[in-house]
């Protein structure tokens, strides 16, 4: 997204910057050699990122900013950080082993959190036998600053998605969407 218009950004990035070193002051929870009780998205985009890593396709990715947006033509230097917020939502931790319900059919997975507190609040895996079709991932986030809610979708070897609704206190609403068409 470094393409876009930086003067648009320029005061709201700061703010997030601030945020976002505030809240990553925490230590990260190791996961252990245990196997893991929910489906594995970080294993998952991993192994897609570094497949994408190889292949190197060129993606159609379109930033939008409260209905302003820009469509360019790039190549992708790391998919692991593209794809991060999908990676980040990871549920495997072990002090959340119990926080989400799981039901299921033939075809799609869907875990709901039972914690509000959560930022991760429901994700429908569609799959076909083995092979994944498609991913959505619903996160919230609400305190005294702001609330923030997104919509992550990703269809492998096809498509991204990342919808973004976020009301900051004294500075408004705003919607952000990130679409990336991946060419085969």
Partial sequence: ?????TTKWTGFAWFCGIVLCCSSCKPDIKET??????FDLKGFFNADTAHLNKLNPAVTK???HNGDSQTKKVKIDNWGRE?????????????????????SDSSTLIYTTKDLSLKMVEMIIKHDKQKIKWIMILNHTSNMLYTTTEQLSYYPDSLYLIEKRQHVRLMGNNYYRIEGKIER
């Fill in 1 to 5: 997204m470094y393409w876009y218009k």
């Fill in 33 to 38: 050699g245990a196997t893991l009780k929910y």
């Fill in 62 to 64: 379109t930033v939008a």
């Fill in 83 to 103: 794809l991060g917020l999908f990676i980040d939502a990871d549920i495997n931790k072990p002090a959340w082993q119990n926080s989400y319900t799981v039901s």
